[in-house]
């Protein structure tokens, strides 16, 4: 059930209207229905990993905690305490390393399970072995990628003692199978979400209100700018050596927007059908193409993937035994900074490398990942260079030209990184970037671009209504609020123009097309 | 409370204004094939109409309600529309049957050659789009699509919205015809005359097309309406004169009455070289002569009251001669 | 070792790390108030306040904590 369909409007509808009749105490396991409803609907058999990953992380959770208890560390005299403690942790991370393994093997078997045979028998194949093991013929569970990582932050934290492991299987259930935000993400955190997910709120009605602008906002994002660029999108990229430069750049700036749009307008859904029942998911967004580097960008872009990849891969990664290790064993070698330098370049690698990872089983994200390693770690070594040059030329940070020529800059970077992201192969990423560096490509092709010119004045004019969202949300001002000032004419009249602008410049339905009737003309 | 009042009010006033918005953004933005010789129909005062014509493109083309009034005063409307078949022309005349009590049907019956409920989506749009919105509609909807495409036809705005960038002034100004649902045509394309076949030449009704036959006559019957079967000339297709031979065995069967053009055209003198717009379709020339034809069937057969002394009729002259002025064939 | 003397020390970590002689942090200083304190910088950071204080910061800490006041609450615990 896609959140672009009638189908999920009726379920919507349905869900929040029941919620509040439901008595408060109890409203928790409506959600839980509904939200298993939700996911089964698109395959029953899904659903066996999604309780599988359920079963496994609460278990251990509670294993976890049960360690903790057996002893109480605060009793012993204080010679023992630490050798206690010493064990304790041993048999914590145990376990905790179990559950990760369990949920990372279902996960890797599913989505990279192929990926990484093929590249074996491959490497093979260039020895002239021969190693052609069966390849798994399964679909991908939804949301497997979200959910996962979920879990494993939950397992995690539980470890680390951030939150306590939660009791009830149902309500832990409904953590991690909440509707709203199983399929997209945002990714989310117990200690955050257990606030306000199993409490039963009270009908708000400006909230109510609020929440379906939002809702709004994502179904414009979606269905008026993203599914509007991704017909051109759709069309050029995979037929790049009939274009001329000009529109492959076009295209490529296009689906920079397209995967913008259709990522935060399904996180505006997902966190505007939350926000009606009182439920705060955590923010996915905040203007990330208004950023001024690319670290910044990763700061405000897909925010609950990155910060998973900083608290649970990055961060014991740089603080593990043999990373330190290596540290101090560098620090005699090239002296303390660069030492430290050098652990962060390996730590940003293997991050990167596994995010990159995450987004698909295919060489070409790696490389959009990579890609986004490098820039970050050539940034981190340069930067007292850049601040040097920046302090010699007297060069005004603040200044709007300046600022402004950062922030294209990061743009134009990040439309380089969806090169690789967007193509089936690296060959194809290459072939693209070879088209744009040569120069015996035209400049323009007669070819058309799949959509028309009435669709591209319209996707222009939206696109920049959507910049002046995106400028409010970079100042962290709620245009909901400015609205809500505002007389009711006015009012009701931006949410009406909103409304049709979606149900007439929409991409959705069979489509139409005046030359379908043949043979009468009247 | 008082706020909640408010609150209801102003949901309850949202949604009016909601439902507006929408029924004028789905007039303007849809296809408007054919709206101009149905929606008319909708004007007639109501229980007017002696006699209805119901089928598809072949009778706009080949009866002309308003000569039939001119020269025999029968009042008539063509509620029909473009390659609609026999199901869709039963909620057709369900439809009409709202707003009319006629003495009379004259049924097309020349999609008898089709085994289909619709024939193609955009047909099908065509016919329930210009359909008032009615439990008549909706029983359509529900019977005629399945159910993955029946939300189409209720809010057809989802088929045509990517129209806005195609609107013409068309699309905001009243719809207004004085042909009473024909299509008036000129146009010519000279075409040979069809085979002979004798009468027992005659293949077997399509399961489909004779159970809504049936079902429109024994409406029909139910209604205490006299039906009178028609196909109007038109180029063989699909082995067609066999199959609307069949049509005979039904005709008997209900003691109607079946008159197909294509099976003794001499008999209106039709002339395939001059009488077609197209292979289907009958032009003005053609159409005068099926017109006069069923018009001295209609009236020495049946109990058609003559409307021209009827002072309550009298806006059928003012219509005549608007009609007059426009066309001229 | 009272909180003045923490706040002294992590004063001139803070300058160290961050190449700045101008930071002064007290407890409600929080990353967003100092110029490139992000999360590289934060193990950094937090490598060079264990060094000064010779005591180790658990996961928990290094993911939780909010702000200066934080940091030198543990510190002031541990060390």
């Known amino acids: 059930m896609i959140f672009t369909s009638v189908k999920f409007l009726v379920f919507i509808t349905a869900v929040v209207s029941i919620y509040f009749i439901f008595p408060k105490k109890y409203r928790w396991i409506w959600l839980l229905a509904s939200s298993y409803f939700f996911y089964l609907s698109a395959s029953v058999k899904y659903g066996i990993f999604l309780v599988f990953s359920t079963v496994v992380t609460y278990t251990a959770a509670l294993l976890i905690e049960k360690v903790s208890e057996s002893i109480d560390v605060s009793l012993l005299p204080k010679e023992q305490k630490k050798q206690a403690r010493q064990i304790l942790d041993k048999r914590k991370k145990i376990i905790t390393a179990i559950a990760i393994v369990i949920n990372f093997g279902v996960l890797f078997a599913l989505k990279y399970y192929n990926f990484t045979v093929e590249n074996i028998s491959a490497i093979a194949d260039t020895f002239g072995l021969k190693f052609s093991p069966a390849l798994l013929n399964v679909l991908l569970p939804v949301g497997i990628s979200f959910y996962t990582f979920q879990v494993i932050g939950y397992i995690i934290d539980v ?145 609950t993937l990155g910060s998973w990849f900083r608290d649970y891969l990055f961060y014991p990664v740089m603080r593990s035994g043999w990373c330190t290790a290596l540290g101090k064993k560098l620090k005699g070698i090239i002296g303390k900074k660069a030492s430290s330098k ?26 959009w990942g990579v890609y986004y390693g490098v820039l970050i770690i050539l940034s981190t070594l340069f930067a007292p260079l850049f601040d040097s040059f920046v302090q010699k030329h007297s060069i005004n940070r603040d200044n709007p030209v300046y600022k402004s020529l950062q922030i294209l800059k990061t743009f134009i970077l990040v439309c380089i ?40 004045i319209a996707a222009a004019v939206f696109v920049l209504l ?57 | 409370m008082k706020i909640k009042i408010q609150r209801l009010i102003k949901a309850v006033a949202f949604m009016l204004i909601f ?3 929408f029924s004028g953004a789905t007039y303007i933005l849809r296809n408007k094939n054919e709206a101009n010789i149905v929606l008319p129909f909708y004007d007639e005062p109501k229980n007017t109409l002696d006699v209805l014509f119901i089928g598809s493109s072949h009778l706009m083309c080949s009866v002309y309600p308003m000569e039939l009034y001119d020269r025999y005063g029968i009042a008539s409307y063509v509620f029909a529309s473009s390659a609609q078949l026999l199901p869709q022309s039963y909620y057709q005349l369900k439809e009409a049957l709202r707003f009319q009590s006629p003495e009379m049907v004259v049924l097309d019956v020349s999609s008898v050659i089709y085994d289909t409920k619709i024939s193609t989506t955009e047909y099908a749009h065509v016919q329930i789009d210009n359909m008032s919105f009615s439990p008549v509609k909706y029983e359509a909807i529900l019977d005629l699509f399945d159910s993955g495409s029946r939300l189409e036809y209720v ?34 394309t000279p075409c040979l005359p069809n085979r002979i076949i004798s009468a027992d030449d005659k293949y077997e009704l399509f399961p489909t097309a004779e159970k809504y036959l049936r079902k429109i006559l024994d409406l029909c019957r139910q209604e205490n309406i006299e039906v009178l079967l028609f196909n109007a000339p038109s180029v063989e297709e699909h082995d067609s004169l066999p199959r609307c031979n069949a049509v005979n065995d039904i005709a008997e069967e209900y003691g109607l009455n079946y008159i197909d053009l294509n099976f003794n055209p001499d008999i209106i003198g039709f002339d395939p070289s001059s009488d077609y717009r197209d292979p289907w379709h009958c032009n003005a020339k053609g159409a005068m002569k099926v017109t006069t034809y069923l018009g001295d069937f209609i009236v020495s057969n049946y109990q058609i009251p003559d409307r021209r002394s009827d002072q309550s009729y009298s806006f059928w002259n003012e219509q005549l001669e608007e009609y007059r002025n426009t066309y001229n064939y | 070792m009272d909180r003045a003397e923490i706040f002294e020390r992590l004063n001139n970590v803070f300058r160290d790390v961050f190449d700045d002689d101008s930071i002064t942090v007290s407890d409600n200083t929080t990353a967003s108030d100092i110029d490139g304190w992000d999360s590289l910088m934060h193990i950094t950071l937090i490598s060079a306040v264990e060094d000064e204080f010779d005591m180790k910061f658990d996961m928990k800490s290094v993911v939780a904590m909010k702000n200066v006041g934080d940091m030198a609450d543990i510190i002031e615990k541990e060390a």
Not at chain 1, 466 to 482: C, K
Not at chain 1, 485 to 494: C, F, G, S
Not at chain 2, 166 to 185: H, M, N, Q, R, W
Request: aromatic share 20%.
């Open chain 1, 417 to 456: 990184g969806y090169i690789f992201f967007r193509s089936d192969t690296l060959s194809q990423a290459f072939g693209i970037i070879g088209r744009i560096l040569n120069f015996s490509t035209p400049l323009t092709s007669p070819a058309g671009i799949g959509i028309d010119r009435a669709d591209i």
């Open chain 2, 19 to 21: 439902v507006i918005l």
């Open chain 2, 155 to 188: 809010f057809n705005i989802a088929r045509f919205h990517s129209r806005w960038k195609e609107l013409g002034l068309y699309d905001f100004k009243p719809i207004t015809s004085c042909t009473k649902g024909a299509y008036v045509s000129t146009d010519c």
């Open chain 1, 159 to 303: 470890y680390r003692g951030i939150n306590k492991a939660e009791r009830n299987f149902f309500k832990y259930a409904l953590f991690v199978s909440y509707f709203p935000q199983i399929m997209q993400g945002p990714i989310g955190r117990f200690s955050e979400l257990s606030k306000t997910l199993y409490t039963g709120h009270a009908f708000d009605y400006e909230r109510f209100t609020f929440a379906l602008q939002r809702m709004l906002l994502g179904f414009f994002e979606k269905l008026v700018i993203a599914d509007r660029l991704a017909i051109a999108v759709d069309t050029v990229w995979p037929d790049y050596q009939s274009y001329g430069k000009f529109e492959i750049l076009l295209i490529g700036v296009f689906y920079a927007i397209q995967i913008y749009a259709d990522f935060a307008g399904y996180m505006d859904i997902a966190l505007g059908a939350s926000q009606i029942m009182g439920i705060r998911l955590s923010e996915n967004f905040k203007a990330p193409y208004f950023s001024a580097s690319i670290p910044e960008f990763w700061r405000r872009w897909h925010i």
């Open chain 1, 466 to 522: 959507l910049i002046i969202i995106d400028i409010f949300r970079a100042y962290d001002i709620d245009i909901r609020e400015i609205i809500a000032k505002k007389n009711i004419v006015l009012r009701w009249a931006i949410y009406f123009i909103m409304l049709f602008a979606v149900i007439i410049f929409g991409i959705y339905g069979p489509g139409y097309t005046s030359s379908s009737f043949i043979y009468f003309q009247f």
């Open chain 1, 342 to 367: 050098a652990t962060t370049v390996i730590a940003l690698l293997c991050v990167w490398f596994f995010t990159g990872m995450w987004h698909g089983a295919n060489w070409t994200y790696i490389m």
